[in-house]
């Protein structure tokens, strides 16, 4: 998700030339403050992101009702699975905009686990969106069709789809000769882009994205639309086909964000064509925030808010370690008076 950051470095100019006049101080001066902006820009919504999204795991993981029921089980996949995106994404921006640079085996790494993830996240929301037009459609089903064992199955088959990608880009990477490079140091910022070595590997990974997502979206519209029609019947529950068609509306609107992070590269290169170098630097920054960042913390936000069995839980929660957090950062100070 971080292709976009290949030139992100010139934000960050280097300081260490010796100042001529003092034009050239003010304009370091606004460079130097612009970075810290941007910085905190993203850095503050991941931190934020990344706190909510692992006490909404944590809550998960607490009571039996949440580890023994199928939907649940699959909001802590799809949960784990942009956790773990996310942090490795703010890690990659960290490093591009420190401007440090990675050798291709560390870069390869976490590639591949950006990778396994980011393939993780659509197809767990198709999961869970077959799950609710069961539980709409095929409601004295439902129990014996969703299953905790079956949901286990499906997320062990989900895991395995997205490994066998992975391990499709390891191989065609393996192709690439690194005998002929100078050395394994890599020259750019560490990003899914600089690992597409082979020739195919673009185009095989442009072709994987875009069926998985195609396939996502029409499952997704037909589940949406099936239970809208079962909303309507007589014999429907009309207020559980309204809670389902609202959550598989938010579905469609994550799954939409996602595909935004994989198509918005070719966007941007129209628009460099037009636009400074510098100011495409800082659009892709704001589209880190907007398209990166926040899907990855919208998971929690739908149901830490709308579900009214982890609602209490999560808000007792947060409050705790929020008191937790501000006990510890007062006892220190009674201590030295």
């Known amino acids: 998700p971080l292709h976009c950051f290949r030139d992100l470095s010139e934000l960050f100019p280097t300081m260490s030339y010796a100042v001529q006049s003092n034009t050239t101080v003010v304009v370091q001066y606004q ?15 991941s931190c934020v992101c990344l706190f909510i999204n692992g006490t909404m795991l944590f809550v998960l993981r ?4 949440f580890r023994e029921t199928s939907r649940y089980i699959l909001l802590y996949n799809l949960l784990l699975a942009d956790t773990v995106l996310l942090a490795q994404s703010q890690l990659l921006y960290i490093l591009a905009a420190c401007r440090i640079r990675l050798t291709y085996p560390v870069c390869g790494v976490l590639t591949m686990i950006s990778s396994l993830t980011n393939n993780i996240s659509p197809l767990t929301l198709v999961m869970m969106c077959l799950e609710r037009y069961v539980a709409v459609c095929y409601p004295l ?6 299953t905790i064992r079956n949901t286990e199955m499906t997320i062990t088959v989900v895991w395995a789809f997205s490994s066998l990608h992975v391990l499709a880009h390891v191989v065609l990477l393996l192709q690439f000769s690194f005998r002929d490079l100078q050395s394994l140091q890599m020259t750019n910022s560490c990003d899914r882009q600089s690992m597409l070595l082979h020739p195919l590997s673009d185009v095989y990974d442009k072709v994987f994205t875009y069926l998985v997502f195609l396939s996502a979206g029409v499952t997704v519209t037909f589940s949406y639309i099936a239970v809208v029609v079962a909303a309507r019947s007589v014999s429907a529950n009309k207020d559980s086909a309204r809670k389902a068609r609202n ?6 609107v994550q799954l939409g964000l996602s595909l935004s992070s994989t198509i918005h590269n070719p966007l941007l290169i129209a628009i460099s064509k037009v636009l400074d170098r510098i100011v495409i630097v800082r659009i892709q920054i704001v589209f880190y925030v907007f398209i ?8 929690a936000l739908i149901y830490g808010i709308r579900d009214q069995t982890i609602r209490p839980v999560l808000m007792y929660s947060l409050c705790c370690q929020w008191r937790r957090s501000a006990l510890l950062s007062v006892v220190p100070a009674k201590g030295k008076i």
């Open 141 to 146: 089903r439902h129990t014996s069709i969703i």
């Open 292 to 299: 990166i960042i926040f899907p990855r913390c919208l998971s």
């Open 247 to 252: 959550t598989l509306l938010l579905h469609v």
């Open 62 to 65: 607490s009571k039996p009702v």
């Open 31 to 45: 460079e130097l403050l612009e970075s810290v902006f941007f910085l905190m820009l993203s850095a503050l919504p």
